[in-house]
């Protein structure tokens, strides 16, 4: 199994194949204190993965562009941006989140000089009264 992640609506489209993203986590997080269904309720994907920079000019370094992202303040339009998260398995899209008006809540790298690996873990969050608009799909066909 694999993922996918690409975010568009910025300067540049970042985007990251199945080498780099190791883990997805998907959450429709409702009140905890609601005896029904809430209308309050948030829509958040969080991503772990793997930094590969590109080296000699060779690219983008797409985590470049997710903490450039992290950084843009809430005055600017471009805080928010269009998050589509896909899963493989056996060459074949199983799953794919698509959140439209995607916004950053947290985002951290962690590099360790011994093994020069490093690590990203972005938590992202789709801006509330947007909510109807995010698409989570399935049952696609072969690539």
């Not at 899209?93 to 873990?121: C, I």
Request: charged fraction near 25%; proline fraction near 3%.
């Amino acid at each position: 199994m694999g993922f996918r992640m690409k975010i568009t609506g910025g300067p540049e489209d970042i985007v990251f194949d199945e080498r780099s993203i190791s883990k997805v986590d998907f959450d429709s997080i409702s009140s905890a204190d609601s005896n029904a269904r809430a209308t309050d309720y948030g829509l958040t994907v969080k991503v772990w993965g793997k930094m590969l920079y590109k080296l000699g000019g060779e690219g983008n370094d797409p985590t470049l562009g997710l903490a450039q992202w992290a950084q843009v303040p809430s005055e600017k339009s471009d805080c928010y941006r269009s998050a589509e998260i896909t899963v493989v398995s056996a060459s074949q899209v199983v799953r794919q989140f698509t959140l439209p008006n995607a916004f950053v809540m947290e985002y951290s790298e962690e590099v360790d000089d011994e093994s020069g690996v490093g690590t990203f873990y972005i938590h992202m969050k789709q801006k509330k009264d947007e909510n109807a608009v995010t698409k989570i799909e399935g049952g696609f066909g072969g690539e």
